[in-house]
């Protein structure tokens, strides 16, 4: 595996392999969908939330879930604002700025309390395994929060009640690799490559290849491709 120095990020999971970076720009249409799909992380947090919040008696608690709520409905905003702008601007994937210092294990700890009650409303219990030390990249911070969350809740959503999630961070020489692991049914290795085109997405599903929406690991894939590295 080989990618750019300044800007190395490699999520895997254990339901899809990749190729390398594909070429060619992500036009408008792309990024609003991609975009769009994104809002899924804040929408299940803000779900998640309303649904303790009805049923918590103690009074930190109900607190905690209430800026819970607000923090996602901000997100939320927030992602409809930059969609409106982009999309007014004529913007495109590839011209997003991709050159923040990003401290990928700070920003993986942050999504794993963020979606603590997403978790925590199908029992499932997560481990996350970094090595010592900085782990930043250079990149677009947006992008690479939204490959990072997306792998995160499409783990979340195949696995099984009370299962468990693996995240585990490693670095080698200028490369970085986020694997999540999960305890779900996983994808036939045979179709693993079919699940990126959405041409393909009506046949699976018709032949019973649990695939959701078939946006999640796109988005992962796309996100990841921008920053030199591939799924």
């Known amino acids: 595996i080989h990618t ?10 254990t339901t899809a392999t990749g190729s390398p970076p594909s070429t060619g720009p992500v036009v408008i249409p ?5 975009l769009a ?19 918590a008696t103690d009074e930190a608690e109900r607190k905690e879930l209430v800026i819970g ?10 992602m409809i604002d930059s969609l409106v702008a982009m999309g007014d601007g004529g913007s495109s994937l590839e011209s997003l700025p991709r050159d923040e210092p990003v401290e990928m294990g700070a920003l993986m700890a942050k999504l794993l ?7 925590e409303a199908r029992e499932l219990k997560t481990e996350f395994v970094a090595q010592p030390g ?6 677009n911070r947006s992008l690479l929060k939204s490959a990072l969350s997306n792998a995160l809740l499409n783990a979340a959503d195949y696995s099984p009640l009370g299962g468990k999630i693996i995240v585990t961070l490693l670095r080698d020489g200028a490369e970085l690799s986020v694997a999540i692991r999960d305890e779900g049914p996983g994808v036939p290795p045979e179709v693993v490559q079919q699940i990126f085109d959405l041409r393909e997405l009506a046949p699976l599903k018709a032949r019973g290849v649990r695939i959701g929406k078939g946006l999640g690991l796109l988005t992962v894939k796309t996100a990841t491709e921008l920053h030199g590295g591939f799924l």
């Open 134 to 139: 900085p782990a930043v990249v250079l990149g």
């Open 69 to 78: 709520l607000r923090d996602a409905t901000d997100r939320i905003g927030s």
């Open 4 to 13: 750019p120095s300044t800007a190395e990020v490699l999520p895997e999971t």
């Open 37 to 55: 799909h994104d809002l899924r992380g804040p929408l299940t947090v803000f779900t998640s939330s309303l649904s303790f919040l009805e049923t």
């Open 30 to 34: 792309e990024l609003v969908r991609l």
């Open 113 to 119: 309390d963020e979606y603590s009650y997403v978790f």
